[in-house]
């Protein structure tokens, strides 16, 4: 059996579960990579830090050069996480001819041109299947298996965290941040979680699927961005009136061209597959021209699931027979030149619910400014629930509109004096 050595760099969530399954898998990893897998160093900040589990201490490090001069090693695995310097130490390790694993969706979504180009000029390889949706393996799954397609739209849950939020807070009548507490015990946020709770891991997500989906260079900007801090449960109430649901989506529809690209909560139909992906589970529904709709499902986050994507990749690359003259190059982000619609471009269904003054002739009030800006209205909720003396929620759910109509409206509703305040905008989704 041929041995290879690797090193890691991080030891925390996901650091553990790659550590456990090359632990715990070897006669498989053996037998499915043709190698004997030895970490022979791993890159931590402290060293004395309680882990819960066995490593050998002696091949815990704090200092990079130890990977990096040692040229027995030849695949760094990176799951620090942030930008630096997990960025210089990637270049460093390629310098070094040594292959890439890496877990870094936000450097790969802000600054992967600069790592994808470097893996080309030094011929080597950079995978990175782990960065989007945990153990499903929907990189290569867009990258091998669906290249006869072109993909006229992707719908994505993206992110375990906010996907677990959700549930517990539509299931388990749990408040926001007891349920955001659950979630990074169970070693599923970011470091920091504003990453997860203010939808920028899902943009980064998006940005590097569609990139791949799309065949073009997608900057993170490009994709507009929503988080779920302002979901509260009265929402979710009301979602269950129109028998729908509300999941942090990743959304992209290619329109003749141009791409809407967003990530913001979303209510969809109560039975549509995506409305079922709860806690920690990723889901991305593809729909190509060829193939129609196809969705990869499981585990988008935690240490094994994390883990699982991790090792496969060090497998693939084991397996690959590596050819420095023979490499693909490593992302086709540059086929087609594509344009982005702003938001307010978009056309949507929303839900938008209001605090009003409680007394006749407001509904009218309401109703006709958005008649006037070309908002139909679908169905409009007033339950009489007092929010305090004479102060009443108001629901309105409108048909198809234009975004920027929308908020059009919402500015000149804003200018009633029956109208209090706007609670909250949520775009529907039918899938068509
Ligand atoms: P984590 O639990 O915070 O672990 C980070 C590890 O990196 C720790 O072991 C830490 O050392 C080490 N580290 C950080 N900065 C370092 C530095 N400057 N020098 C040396 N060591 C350093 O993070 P994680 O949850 O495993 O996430 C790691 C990466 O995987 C991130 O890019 C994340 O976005 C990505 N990811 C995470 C998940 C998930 O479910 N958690 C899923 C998919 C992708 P110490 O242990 O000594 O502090
Ligand atoms: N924080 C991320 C999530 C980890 O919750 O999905 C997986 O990428």
């Known amino acids: 059996m041929k041995k290879v050595k690797i090193a890691l760099m991080g030891l925390g969530n996901v650091g553990r579960g790659v550590w456990m399954i090359l632990n715990s898998n070897k006669e498989e990893i053996m037998k499915r990579s043709g190698y004997e897998v030895e970490v022979a160093k791993i890159l931590v900040r402290d060293i004395n830090k309680k882990r819960g589990f066995e490593v050998p201490r002696n091949i815990l490090t704090t200092d990079f050069n130890d990977i990096i001069e040692d040229d027995?090693?030849?695949?760094?695995?990176?799951?620090?996480?942030?930008?630096?310097?997990?960025?210089?130490?990637?270049?460093?390790?390629?310098?070094?001819k040594k292959h890439i694993v890496t877990a870094n969706k936000m450097l790969l979504a802000t600054g992967g041109d600069e790592l994808f180009e470097k893996a080309d000029k030094e011929g080597v390889m950079f995978n990175y299947e782990a960065s989007v949706a945990g153990g499903i393996p929907i990189i290569n799954g867009i990258n091998e298996s669906l290249t006869a397609n072109k993909v006229e739209r992707l719908y994505g849950i993206v992110n375990g965290t906010t996907n677990y939020i959700l549930t517990k807070m539509e299931y388990d009548?749990?408040?926001?941040?007891?349920?955001?507490?659950?979630?990074?015990?169970?070693?599923?946020a970011e470091a920091d979680p504003t990453s997860d709770i203010e939808g920028f891991d899902s943009q980064y997500k998006l940005a590097i699927l569609s990139s791949l989906a799309f065949g073009t260079k997608i900057n993170v900007e490009d994709v507009y961005r929503e988080g779920i801090t302002k979901i509260e449960s009265i929402d979710i109430e009301y979602a269950k009136e129109f028998d729908r649901v509300i999941k942090l989506l990743a959304i992209v529809k290619d329109n003749d061209g141009i791409l809407d690209l967003r990530v913001h909560p979303t209510m969809i139909p109560e039975n549509h597959p995506l409305a079922n992906v709860n806690d920690s589970f990723n889901a991305v529904l593809i729909r190509g021209n060829a193939v129609g709709d196809l969705m990869f499902y499981g585990r988008g986050a935690g240490d094994l699931p994390?883990?699982?994507?991790?090792?496969?990749?060090i497998v693939s690359i084991l397996r690959s027979n590596i050819d420095i003259d023979n490499l693909n190059p490593v992302v086709k982000n540059n086929l087609w030149k594509k344009e982005f619609n702003a938001i307010n471009e978009i056309n949507s269904k929303y839900y938008i619910r209001l605090t009003v003054e409680d007394r006749p002739g407001v509904l009218g009030e309401i109703t006709s400014v958005f008649g006037g800006m070309n908002v139909s209205l679908k169905s409009v909720i007033q339950k009489g629930i007092e929010s305090s003396e004479n102060k009443v929620t108001l629901v309105l759910v409108t048909h198809d509109s234009k975004e920027v109509n929308i908020h059009n409206a919402i500015n000149s509703v804003c200018n009633l004096n029956s109208v209090y305040k706007i609670n909250n905008l949520i775009r529907m989704e039918d899938f068509t």
């Open 306 to 313: 994390t883990g699982s994507a991790v090792v496969s990749d």
């Open 173 to 188: 009548g749990l408040d926001f941040s007891e349920a955001l507490k659950g979630a990074q015990d169970m070693g599923y």
């Open 72 to 96: 027995s090693i030849k695949i760094v695995v990176e799951v620090m996480g942030e930008i630096e310097p997990a960025r210089e130490y990637m270049l460093a390790a390629m310098d070094r």
